[in-house]
Structures are given as structure tokens and as C-alpha cells.
């Protein structure tokens, strides 16, 4: 089996968008893991990838505890969602965020399971946490 | 061909032998295994299954319950088969080319499978008919490619208490899961629980942004495949949704669904809609644009618009600049000479990248994208702009028409262009 990092060899690559020529840099963030760092492993899916540099998958790290915080409060789902809008958004943020969730019709996965069953904005992130960011599609 | 010569053949079946001859052995590698048995065929046999749209996700779930012997399969599809739908919709023939796709189907049915009842229907399911036309089925499948449809049908199974299987692929990806009625006594989440609302822009159709006839395909086989369990009685006891993208890895990714929601207008306590789905509002989910009855095409306002022969004539001229919307992809796929690609999503990001003359055309295949490209360069170039402002006003009342250049766009794109201007035009 192959890691996930490793994208078929398909003129259309397979997954509904063009690869922009060369492979953009996600847009302003630095990836820097460390001991003060979650890991978040996010994907777009349903044409929501459009609006994140038209990538469906990222690796990022965030701080482990919200910025000047005091008490040092952990990063939870309200914190990486106001992250995404800050340092990931690349295109029109009123389509993806409302106050400070997403906007329905946004399903949103934290480790495969629906985040309103994990506490929603509530929730807690921890190292190597996957979320997952979809739209409903209509074709057939 | 085994037995003694004694043994009926035909036909018919009584009560200790239930199925005829010819369905023990059609069936036998699917009964022989656990979990199925001849109970379970006949309770697919008893069964009776309403599936709404015999295209790209219709033909693969009508093609396996008619092959699993569903026994009365009825179909609802007021469309014809086109040569386009063909790439996918695998139970359509050239030679069907132009039938109702709900009669094309159902002779493919028929032939893999006289032992099914189909019932072809060429009509699509309405709002005042929903409810009476699906009321005798046992499970409602959405293979529709609409939202409006898709909302509707799930307000008739939430209103008739029937689990609904519904799915959607477009491009390279696709969903599928099994929405309200119960498992395992548990209610489950209803369409509208887990998509309340229409994300705008979302809406895309597989005519216009393209499909895989294989994504179709799978997702419309895990459909058949959840509308055979749900029949079995083996349904998962935790409802599942299906997300699938083709170069994903994992390929199918399966995620445990909410339970209903309290605010859901369709089945939580405070539901707003009633048997009266005619009453129901559907507008949000409809299209934004005004299309021709007749024509199928965008209307626009007076003057915004121009149409293919005229259009001829303007092509070349050293004041018009003609600018096709398509994605890149298309355009090398086939174009006319003389113009300029800038695609859709570039125009709408930055209207004012497209370079302007004295008159700016906007041109792509179905004459929609053009308009929302030419209403955004209106907008940008609107008197306010500095611009366009300062040399309108200085050069008095004549003059405005000269310094902000006219924008309109072709009405029925390059459909139109092939069909009125230049046969020869490949249309794909
Ligand atoms: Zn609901």
C-alpha cells in the first residue's frame, strides 16, 4: 500500500480539480512541527478544497494552546476554525465560515465521526487529529 | 437439467417450493450465502422499490436490484436518452438514443431479468404528486441530480415514515447513505438533518463540471447494495454516510452519522412541513438563474445579451475583444479562432483582468457562465470606478457609451454557436 502523500499519475489527477503549475505553497503558515504543536491533518472535500489554495489535503500545526490564553486554554475546534480563516483561506471567507463555525451545508468530521456526536466547537484537539471539511453534492 | 424428468419445470411455484425453477437458479450464488437463504430472496421478491432518475447513478441500482430479483421496480424519469449521457449511463444504448430513459431502462431490466415486475414511468416526481406516487414502495432511491428533487424526496420519505437511499457524484467524487425510517428501532438523521441548507455555489451538475462514468458507477452500486440490505433486514445498526473520491485514499471513506436534529424542518418536533408538500418552499433550492421554458436557455436583460449570428459578425473586429469562459481543459478541447480564454473562477476572482475594448463579449458552452462573467466585469466597471468615472464626466453627455465598454455575452454558448453558425463545431 502506498502512503497517502502520493498522488496518481492522471492528467486530471483524479480528484476534480487542475493542479495549479507548480504545486502552490499553502498560503501564509509555517509548517513547523515541535513539542508546543498539534499536529491536524485536514481535508476538503465536495468543492470546498476550491477555497483552500484548490489543495483537499494539508498538514498543519497549530499551537498547542490558544495564544495568550490565560489560563493556558487547550486548542480546541472554535480556535483551528478561526486558525483555517486566518492562516489557510485563500479564496472568499463568508463561504466557508459563519460567526464561529462553518456555514450549514458544511459537514464538518473529526476522526470520521460527524463533530456534533465530538462536541463541535467544544472539542478539544489532540496530536494527529484528522478533520475533515465537506459540502453535499447534487449531481447524478 | 439434473433432476429425474418428473420434476415440474416450469414456471410456476407452489408454497413449498416458492420460487420457480428458473429463480433457484439464477439466484443460487447470492441465497447459498449466510445471512440470505431463501427467506431472504423471497423477501426481496415481496419487495417493491421506487427509483426516481434511470441515469448516471439510476442505471448501475436498477441494473443490481433487477439482477438481485427485486421484485417490482418502479422507475420515474421524464427524460430521454442522449448520446452524452452514454459515457455513464450504462443501461441506455445508441441505438435507444432519444427513448424515454425510464422505458430504455426497464427493456435492459427486462432482458437481464424477466422474473422482476418493472414499472417505467416517464414523469418526474412533484411536489403534489410525491406523496401518492411513492406511497406503495417500501424504500425511496433518489437518483436524481437536482437539490430540489433531492429535498423533495426526502420530505415525501420523512412524510410516509420510508428510509430513503440517496446519492450524488459529480467530477471525481461522490456520497451515499441511507436516510431516515429506523434501524434497529433507532431514527435515523433525514436528509435535511444533515444538510439544512444548500451551500451556495455547491450546486454543481454533472453537465457542466463533468463526471467519471466509474464514480457514477460506484456510487450507484453502494446505493444497490444499501437498498439490498435495507430488504435483508442486515442494515448497519449505526447509520453510515459514504464519502467517496476517486485518487482518495482511503477510496471510500465511512463516517458514523448524527442522530436526527431537533431543528430539522422535516422530522424534528418542530417540523414545518406537512403532507402538503405542494405548500413546501423549494425556491432556495433552485437555480439562480431564469432559464427559457422553451429554449432552455438564460434569459437576460434587454441588450446584455447577443446571439450566435450576430455574434459571427463581430468575431475578428480590431474594437471587440470575445473572451470564452471555459476552463482551460475545454477550451483545448475545441474553440472558435480569435478568442481569448480566461476562465470562469479568474473572471469572477478578478473581473478587471480581462483586458477591455470598446466591446467586451462573453462566450461559453451553454451561454450560463458567460452571463455570470459578464455581470461581474458590468459590476467592476460599474461609473463608480475611478476610472471610468472621471474620462464619462469630463467628456460630457455623449461620451459614456465610448469610455465604459459595452459588455454582453452570447446566449446559448457554443450550443448555439454549432447549431445556427457552424455545424462543424464539435459539441461534446
Ligand atoms: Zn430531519
Given at each position: 500500500m502506498s502512503a497517502r502523500t502520493e498522488e496518481p499519475e492522471?492528467?486530471?489527477?483524479?480528484?476534480g480539480y487542475q493542479p495549479r503549475i507548480p504545486s502552490p505553497?499553502?498560503?501564509?503558515y509555517t509548517s513547523t512541527p515541535g513539542p508546543d504543536t498539534l499536529e491536524i491533518r485536514l481535508e476538503f472535500g465536495g468543492g470546498l478544497h476550491l477555497l483552500f489554495s484548490q489543495q483537499p489535503r494539508h498538514t498543519i500545526h497549530v499551537p498547542r494552546?490558544?495564544?495568550?490564553s490565560s489560563p493556558p486554554k487547550p486548542s480546541d475546534m472554535r480556535y483551528l476554525i478561526r486558525w483555517l480563516k486566518g492562516n489557510?483561506?485563500?479564496?472568499?471567507?463568508e463561504m466557508f465560515g459563519e460567526g464561529d463555525g462553518v456555514r450549514p451545508g458544511i459537514l464538518v468530521l473529526i476522526n470520521d465521526a460527524d463533530w456534533e456526536l465530538e462536541g463541535e466547537l467544544e472539542y478539544e484537539l489532540r496530536d494527529r487529529d484528522e478533520v475533515v471539511f465537506i459540502s453535499t453534492l447534487h449531481g447524478g | 437439467m439434473s433432476g429425474p424428468s418428473t420434476v415440474k419445470t416450469d414456471a410456476e411455484s407452489t408454497p413449498?417450493?416458492?420460487?420457480?425453477l428458473d429463480e433457484y437458479e439464477r439466484y443460487g450464488r447470492q441465497m447459498i450465502m449466510p445471512g440470505w437463504g431463501l427467506p431472504g430472496q423471497l423477501r426481496l421478491k415481496q419487495a417493491r422499490v421506487a427509483v426516481v432518475g434511470a441515469g448516471g447513478l439510476g442505471c448501475p441500482v436498477l441494473q443490481y436490484l433487477a439482477g438481485t430479483g427485486v421484485g417490482t421496480i418502479e422507475i420515474f424519469d421524464h427524460d430521454l436518452v442522449s448520446k452524452s449521457n452514454l459515457h455513464r449511463q450504462i443501461l441506455h444504448t445508441t441505438e435507444r438514443i432519444g427513448m424515454s430513459k425510464a422505458v430504455s431502462a426497464s427493456l435492459a431490466m427486462q432482458s437481464l431479468n424477466p422474473n422482476v415486475r418493472v414499472i417505467p414511468r416517464e414523469e418526474a416526481i412533484q411536489p403534489s404528486t410525491a406523496l401518492a406516487r411513492l406511497r406503495d414502495s417500501d424504500i425511496i432511491i433518489d437518483c436524481t441530480d437536482r437539490p430540489m428533487t433531492r429535498y423533495l424526496l426526502n420530505d415525501a420519505a420523512v412524510r410516509l415514515g420510508k428510509p430513503l437511499v440517496s446519492g450524488a457524484a459529480i467530477s471525481s467524487a461522490g456520497q451515499w447513505a441511507v436516510y431516515g425510517g429506523s434501524a434497529k428501532g433507532q431514527k435515523r438523521a433525514c436528509y435535511r438533518c444533515l444538510w439544512p441548507a444548500l451551500l451556495p455555489g455547491?450546486?454543481?451538475?454533472c453537465e457542466d463540471v463533468g463526471v467519471w462514468g466509474v464514480v457514477t458507477g460506484m456510487v450507484g452500486t453502494g446505493m444497490a447494495s444499501e437498498v439490498i440490505k435495507l430488504l435483508l433486514g442486515n442494515e448497519d445498526p449505526n447509520p453510515l454516510l459514504h464519502i467517496f473520491h476517486l485518487?482518495?485514499?482511503?477510496?471510500v471513506r465511512t463516517i458514523k452519522m448524527k442522530p436526527p436534529s431537533p431543528k430539522c424542518k422535516a422530522c424534528g418536533p418542530d417540523a414545518t412541513i406537512t403532507d402538503d408538500l405542494a405548500e413546501a418552499d423549494y425556491d432556495e433550492f433552485c437555480e439562480a438563474v431564469l432559464v427559457d421554458e422553451l429554449t432552455g436557455e438564460v434569459v437576460g436583460a434587454p441588450g446584455e445579451r447577443v446571439g450566435a449570428k450576430d455574434f459571427a459578425s463581430l468575431i475578428?473586429?480590431?474594437?471587440v475583444i470575445v473572451v470564452d469562459t471555459r476552463p482551460e481543459i475545454e477550451y483545448g478541447i475545441a474553440s472558435i479562432p480569435h478568442t481569448l480564454n480566461i476562465p470562469l473562477d479568474r473572471i469572477l476572482s478578478n473581473p478587471l483582468e480581462v483586458p477591455t475594448r470598446q466591446e467586451v463579449i462573453f462566450l461559453c458552452r451553454q451561454g450560463n457562465d458567460s452571463q455570470l462573467a459578464a455581470s461581474a466585469l458590468r459590476a467592476a466597471l460599474t461609473?463608480?470606478?475611478?476610472v471610468s468615472t472621471g474620462e464619462a464626466l469630463a467628456d460630457g453627455a455623449g461620451a459614456p457609451a465610448a469610455a465604459v465598454p459595452r459588455v454582453r455575452d452570447v446566449r446559448g454558448g457554443l450550443r448555439a454557436w454549432a447549431r445556427d453558425?457552424?455545424?462543424s463545431f464539435p459539441l461534446y
Amino acid at each position: 500500500m502506498s502512503a497517502r502523500t502520493e498522488e496518481p499519475e492522471l492528467p486530471s489527477n483524479g480528484l476534480g480539480y487542475q493542479p495549479r503549475i507548480p504545486s502552490p505553497k499553502p498560503l501564509g503558515y509555517t509548517s513547523t512541527p515541535g513539542p508546543d504543536t498539534l499536529e491536524i491533518r485536514l481535508e476538503f472535500g465536495g468543492g470546498l478544497h476550491l477555497l483552500f489554495s484548490q489543495q483537499p489535503r494539508h498538514t498543519i500545526h497549530v499551537p498547542r494552546h490558544v495564544p495568550s490564553s490565560s489560563p493556558p486554554k487547550p486548542s480546541d475546534m472554535r480556535y483551528l476554525i478561526r486558525w483555517l480563516k486566518g492562516n489557510l483561506l485563500s479564496e472568499r471567507e463568508e463561504m466557508f465560515g459563519e460567526g464561529d463555525g462553518v456555514r450549514p451545508g458544511i459537514l464538518v468530521l473529526i476522526n470520521d465521526a460527524d463533530w456534533e456526536l465530538e462536541g463541535e466547537l467544544e472539542y478539544e484537539l489532540r496530536d494527529r487529529d484528522e478533520v475533515v471539511f465537506i459540502s453535499t453534492l447534487h449531481g447524478g | 437439467m439434473s433432476g429425474p424428468s418428473t420434476v415440474k419445470t416450469d414456471a410456476e411455484s407452489t408454497p413449498e417450493r416458492p420460487l420457480s425453477l428458473d429463480e433457484y437458479e439464477r439466484y443460487g450464488r447470492q441465497m447459498i450465502m449466510p445471512g440470505w437463504g431463501l427467506p431472504g430472496q423471497l423477501r426481496l421478491k415481496q419487495a417493491r422499490v421506487a427509483v426516481v432518475g434511470a441515469g448516471g447513478l439510476g442505471c448501475p441500482v436498477l441494473q443490481y436490484l433487477a439482477g438481485t430479483g427485486v421484485g417490482t421496480i418502479e422507475i420515474f424519469d421524464h427524460d430521454l436518452v442522449s448520446k452524452s449521457n452514454l459515457h455513464r449511463q450504462i443501461l441506455h444504448t445508441t441505438e435507444r438514443i432519444g427513448m424515454s430513459k425510464a422505458v430504455s431502462a426497464s427493456l435492459a431490466m427486462q432482458s437481464l431479468n424477466p422474473n422482476v415486475r418493472v414499472i417505467p414511468r416517464e414523469e418526474a416526481i412533484q411536489p403534489s404528486t410525491a406523496l401518492a406516487r411513492l406511497r406503495d414502495s417500501d424504500i425511496i432511491i433518489d437518483c436524481t441530480d437536482r437539490p430540489m428533487t433531492r429535498y423533495l424526496l426526502n420530505d415525501a420519505a420523512v412524510r410516509l415514515g420510508k428510509p430513503l437511499v440517496s446519492g450524488a457524484a459529480i467530477s471525481s467524487a461522490g456520497q451515499w447513505a441511507v436516510y431516515g425510517g429506523s434501524a434497529k428501532g433507532q431514527k435515523r438523521a433525514c436528509y435535511r438533518c444533515l444538510w439544512p441548507a444548500l451551500l451556495p455555489g455547491a450546486a454543481g451538475r454533472c453537465e457542466d463540471v463533468g463526471v467519471w462514468g466509474v464514480v457514477t458507477g460506484m456510487v450507484g452500486t453502494g446505493m444497490a447494495s444499501e437498498v439490498i440490505k435495507l430488504l435483508l433486514g442486515n442494515e448497519d445498526p449505526n447509520p453510515l454516510l459514504h464519502i467517496f473520491h476517486l485518487g482518495g485514499v482511503p477510496l471510500v471513506r465511512t463516517i458514523k452519522m448524527k442522530p436526527p436534529s431537533p431543528k430539522c424542518k422535516a422530522c424534528g418536533p418542530d417540523a414545518t412541513i406537512t403532507d402538503d408538500l405542494a405548500e413546501a418552499d423549494y425556491d432556495e433550492f433552485c437555480e439562480a438563474v431564469l432559464v427559457d421554458e422553451l429554449t432552455g436557455e438564460v434569459v437576460g436583460a434587454p441588450g446584455e445579451r447577443v446571439g450566435a449570428k450576430d455574434f459571427a459578425s463581430l468575431i475578428g473586429k480590431g474594437d471587440v475583444i470575445v473572451v470564452d469562459t471555459r476552463p482551460e481543459i475545454e477550451y483545448g478541447i475545441a474553440s472558435i479562432p480569435h478568442t481569448l480564454n480566461i476562465p470562469l473562477d479568474r473572471i469572477l476572482s478578478n473581473p478587471l483582468e480581462v483586458p477591455t475594448r470598446q466591446e467586451v463579449i462573453f462566450l461559453c458552452r451553454q451561454g450560463n457562465d458567460s452571463q455570470l462573467a459578464a455581470s461581474a466585469l458590468r459590476a467592476a466597471l460599474t461609473p463608480d470606478t475611478p476610472v471610468s468615472t472621471g474620462e464619462a464626466l469630463a467628456d460630457g453627455a455623449g461620451a459614456p457609451a465610448a469610455a465604459v465598454p459595452r459588455v454582453r455575452d452570447v446566449r446559448g454558448g457554443l450550443r448555439a454557436w454549432a447549431r445556427d453558425v457552424d455545424p462543424s463545431f464539435p459539441l461534446y
